[in-house]
């Protein structure tokens, strides 16, 4: 099983909501990762988790806010975000990272955010 | 900091085969991967290689060249499915930490 669910779908949401998106996986991998993808580009990497901890933050605007519960699940908590933050909202996550092995991403179907 | 280079487009006939190149360049490299990407959809992982050489996956081959910062993907008897982009991305290592970086992306068409 090599399945990432992601929740919601599509979410259209105001400048002043607050929202979270939500990131499961039962593969019993270490490490799970926030990507943000606009029309035609690359995914961009946001936020890596490893072992539960914040291991990379790239800059990303505070008005994003990730969160680990648990090794399964990883939230992307939503605030005052700008018509610019538009875009698919991708969840990844791998057995480990680097040369040890096992570090192949595997990528949730993502969130499709519209902001108004 | 990274620089991942893979041409825009590209066009194939079904049952042809195809390569996509990609060149990188990169301070601490920790493998480079394949992927496929549907429009509207997630990318698909195809492909790792951490040394040098070619590795087979049906009708999916990647070769890597850390020398040369140089990869490619190779597409057999393509198929109309196979119409998608296809993703370069570059672990990197720094600081400790590891980082994947995707390259543009080559957008595949294959026509009758």
């Known amino acids: 099983d090599t399945e990432v669910t992601q929740t919601p779908k599509h979410l259209v949401m105001g400048m002043t909501n607050k929202k979270s998106l939500k990131c499961e996986q039962h593969?019993?991998?270490?490490?799970m990762y926030w990507y943000k993808q606009k029309a035609k580009k690359p995914p961009e990497l946001m936020f890596v988790?490893?072992?539960?901890?914040?291991?990379i933050n790239e800059s990303v605007p505070s008005r994003f806010s990730p969160e680990c519960p648990n090794s399964s699940l990883l939230n992307l908590h939503l605030h005052a975000l700008q018509p610019e933050d538009s875009a698919l909202y991708l969840c990844?996550?791998?057995?480990?990272?680097?040369?040890?092995?096992?570090?192949?991403?595997?990528f949730g179907p993502g969130t499709r955010l519209t902001v108004t | 900091g990274q620089n991942i280079d893979q041409p825009t487009e590209m066009t194939a006939t079904e049952g042809a085969i195809v390569q996509i190149n990609c060149t990188y360049q990169?301070?601490?490299?920790?493998?480079l991967f394949w992927y496929q990407q549907h429009a509207g959809e997630a990318p698909t992982f195809l492909s790792y290689n951490v040394l040098d050489g070619l590795e087979e996956k049906g009708r999916f081959s990647s070769f890597l060249s850390r020398s040369k910062g140089y990869s490619y993907l190779l597409l057999k008897e393509l198929q109309m499915k196979d119409s998608a982009s296809y993703l370069c991305?570059?672990?990197?290592?720094?600081?400790?930490?590891?980082?994947?970086?995707f390259g543009k992306g080559t957008k595949l068409s294959v026509i009758p």
């Open positions: 593969m019993g991998h270490r490490a």
């Open positions: 988790y490893s072992y539960e901890k914040l291991s």
């Open positions: 990844a996550s791998s057995q480990g990272q680097g040369l040890a092995g096992g570090s192949e991403q595997y």
């Open positions: 990169t301070s601490g490299f920790n493998g």
């Open positions: 991305a570059v672990m990197d290592s720094g600081a400790g930490s590891y980082q994947l970086t």
